[in-house]
């Protein structure tokens, strides 16, 4: 079989290249052929025309808005996550073959059906639909808050932190003042993070409605920054107006409009209509509840900091990139737009709690060789830049081979870190960028003390599990190979 596939993930760093390999390796040991389109971080390199002509079927591995699906209208097609790519891609090449033999190559493709929406479903129901419409805008707002974050924060770096108060560049700037440079800085880095809730609102209604729904929900967007409502404004603006938009799509338009539609009537009554909700229906409303949170952030102190970091380590750890993880990441993220310091604290507790278990696995690896396999170990050597970096992912592997005694020590020491990293008080501006970031973190002594005390535990727990179960393993063989020789000595 000639088989495509398209890998994309959220962050589209990790999941989506990690899945492609996956689903790589799996086509070549059951013979067939594939070629993977990968919409990650880097850009992709769309299938050729006689690619797409000569497929047997296509896998869609995403848990994001798949781009320019109309492609694959011919295709017999299977969907999944990334996390079932890499886990089961076996299973998904078996699948797609099969949807291939059932479709034969050549058959007239299916008449156009009623719109569906355009939204990347990881599993049944409104819940699934739903986060992949947020994790598509999540997606999108990664690299606005990366480069706003670390902007801001060699702002701080440079001026000190009275570079809030500078005057704009625009009326002061000597090209020879650091004070200038750090303003210039940080006030690129504000401008920015100001971006943010708009694209999130926009690329939100982008999955569920495609482009028309773009200008609506980045106007909502907007809207909800103007009232205050920040992020949950703009999750709630996204939804609206994506919902809205494929409405109006439904529409049996007169000819002689028809051909305006997309790019006239649809943004321009969608943005009025969205715009007016958000300005003076649930606005106000939306900004009190942000408001409230802010104001609960800010209060939190000793065990309730301590207890949430934990908490947010757990969650780091649990799924490592899946929807747990981002949940807590995106969290973290949508803080740092409300410039508090328990924002700050937060941000730090889950880069620190994100960074735990590649690093715990790496150790692990290198301590204690035997009790892994040799791909295991090659992995744990690239998981130490990997969890330097902050890419979470980089112990996936390990997890999927023993999901029930690595898991749990993960998360067990990304615990740690992220209760001691609020107990230290570290704090952190940018959203991304592991280690090398580092001189940019409030107390980064107390930061890095988390990092390996967390990484500490994971490793030794895993050490620990894994010994005993091949302990146990190794009982059980020895019992099993006695009992014929007793049996055959009576």
Same mark, same amino acid.
């Given at each position: !079989?000639?088989?495509?596939?398209?890998?994309?993930?959220?962050?589209?760093?990790?999941?989506?290249?990690?899945?492609?390999?996956?689903?790589?390796?799996?086509?070549?040991?059951?013979?067939?052929?594939?070629?993977?389109?990968?919409?990650?971080?880097?850009?992709?390199?769309?299938?050729?025309?006689?690619?797409?002509?000569?497929?047997?079927? /296509?896998?869609?591995?995403?848990?994001?808005?798949?781009?320019?699906?109309?492609?694959?209208?011919?295709?017999?097609?299977?969907?999944?996550?990334?996390?079932?790519?890499?886990?089961?891609? @076996?299973?998904?090449?078996?699948?797609?073959?099969?949807?291939?033999?059932?479709?034969?190559?050549?058959?007239?493709?299916?008449?156009?059906?009623? @719109?569906?929406?355009?939204?990347?479903?990881?599993?049944?129901?409104?819940?699934?639909?739903?986060?992949?419409?947020?994790?598509?805008?999540?997606?999108?707002?990664?690299?606005?808050?990366?480069?706003?974050?670390?902007? /801001?924060?060699?702002?701080?770096?440079?001026?000190?932190?009275?570079?809030?108060?500078?005057?704009?560049?625009?009326?002061?700037?000597?090209?020879?003042?650091?004070?200038?440079?750090?303003?210039?800085?940080?006030?690129?880095?504000?401008?920015?993070?100001?971006?943010?809730?708009?694209?999130?609102?926009?690329?939100?209604?982008?999955?569920?409605?495609?482009?028309?729904?773009?200008?609506?929900?980045?106007?909502?967007?907007?809207?909800?920054?103007?009232?205050?409502?920040?992020?949950?404004?703009?999750?709630?603006?996204?939804?609206?107006?994506?919902?809205?938009?494929?409405?109006?799509?439904?529409?049996?338009?007169?000819?002689?409009?028809?051909?305006?539609? @997309?790019?006239?009537?649809?943004?321009?009554?969608?943005?009025?209509?969205?715009?007016?909700? !958000?300005?003076?229906?649930?606005?106000?409303?939306?900004?009190?509840?942000?408001?409230?949170?802010?104001?609960?952030?800010?209060?939190?102190?000793?065990?309730?900091? /301590?207890?949430?970091?934990?908490?947010?380590?757990?969650?780091?750890?649990?799924?490592?990139?899946?929807?747990?993880?981002?949940?807590?990441?995106?969290?973290?993220?949508?803080?740092?737009?409300?410039?508090?310091?328990?924002?700050?604290?937060?941000?730090?507790?889950?880069?620190?709690?994100?960074?735990?278990?590649?690093?715990?696995?790496?150790?692990?690896?290198?301590?204690?060789?035997?009790?892994?396999?040799?791909?295991?170990?090659?992995?744990?050597?690239?998981?130490?830049?990997?969890?330097?970096?902050?890419?979470?992912?980089?112990?996936?592997?390990?997890?999927?081979?023993?999901?029930?005694?690595?898991?749990?020590?993960?998360?067990?020491?990304?615990?740690?870190?992220?209760?001691?990293?609020?107990?230290?008080?570290?704090?952190?501006?940018?959203?991304?960028?592991? /280690?090398?970031?580092?001189?940019?973190?409030?107390?980064?002594?107390?930061?890095?003390?988390?990092?390996?005390?967390?990484?500490?535990?994971?490793?030794?727990?895993?050490?620990?599990?894994?010994?005993?179960?091949?302990?146990?393993?190794?009982?059980?063989?020895?019992?099993?190979?006695?009992? @014929?020789?007793?049996?055959?000595?009576?």
């Amino acid at each position: !079989m000639k088989l495509l596939a398209v890998t994309a993930c959220p962050t589209g760093i990790a999941h989506t290249y990690m899945a492609a390999e996956a689903l790589e390796v799996a086509a070549e040991e059951a013979g067939h052929e594939i070629v993977v389109e990968t919409q990650g971080s880097a850009g992709s390199t769309p299938f050729t025309p006689e690619q797409l002509a000569g497929a047997d079927a /296509i896998i869609l591995a995403a848990d994001v808005e798949v781009r320019d699906k109309d492609r694959f209208a011919h295709l017999p097609t299977v969907t999944a996550g990334v996390k079932k790519a890499i886990g089961g891609a @076996p299973a998904l090449i078996e699948q797609a073959v099969a949807a291939a033999e059932a479709a034969p190559k050549g058959s007239a493709p299916a008449a156009a059906a009623e @719109p569906q929406l355009a939204v990347k479903q990881t599993g049944p129901g409104t819940a699934s639909k739903v986060r992949g419409w947020l994790m598509t805008g999540v997606s999108y707002v990664i690299p606005f808050v990366a480069a706003g974050g670390l902007l /801001i924060a060699l702002g701080f770096a440079l001026g000190g932190y009275q570079i809030s108060d500078a005057p704009s560049v625009t009326e002061s700037f000597s090209w020879t003042s650091h004070t200038s440079w750090a303003a210039l800085l940080f006030q690129l880095g504000s401008l920015a993070f100001g971006l943010l809730v708009p694209v999130l609102s926009g690329f939100i209604a982008y999955a569920i409605a495609d482009r028309p729904a773009l200008v609506p929900g980045f106007v909502g967007g907007l809207v909800a920054v103007e009232v205050g409502a920040g992020f949950i404004g703009g999750l709630a603006s996204g939804l609206l107006a994506g919902g809205l938009i494929f409405w109006m799509k439904k529409w049996k338009a007169p000819k002689a409009i028809a051909g305006i539609m @997309p790019v006239l009537v649809l943004p321009l009554v969608g943005t009025a209509i969205i715009g007016g909700i !958000m300005f003076v229906v649930i606005g106000q409303p939306l900004a009190a509840i942000t408001t409230g949170l802010t104001n609960w952030l800010n209060g939190l102190s000793g065990s309730n900091a /301590i207890l949430l970091g934990a908490l947010l380590g757990l969650m780091m750890a649990f799924d490592m990139g899946g929807p747990v993880n981002k949940a807590a990441y995106a969290f973290a993220v949508a803080g740092l737009s409300t410039n508090s310091q328990t924002a700050l604290l937060i941000m730090a507790a889950v880069m620190a709690a994100g960074m735990t278990p590649p690093l715990a696995m790496a150790l692990a690896t290198t301590v204690r060789k035997k009790l892994f396999t040799e791909a295991e170990r090659e992995n744990g050597r690239a998981a130490w830049l990997l969890g330097a970096s902050f890419i979470t992912e980089g112990a996936i592997p390990f997890a999927a081979a023993d999901p029930l005694r690595v898991i749990p020590s993960l998360m067990a020491g990304s615990a740690v870190t992220g209760a001691l990293s609020m107990a230290f008080g570290s704090t952190l501006r940018a959203p991304h960028g592991g /280690i090398f970031v580092v001189p940019l973190i409030g107390n980064p002594f107390g930061y890095l003390v988390a990092i390996v005390a967390g990484t500490l535990v994971s490793a030794a727990i895993v050490i620990v599990l894994k010994s005993v179960g091949q302990k146990k393993k190794a009982a059980a063989t020895t019992e099993s190979t006695s009992a @014929p020789r007793a049996a055959a000595h009576a």
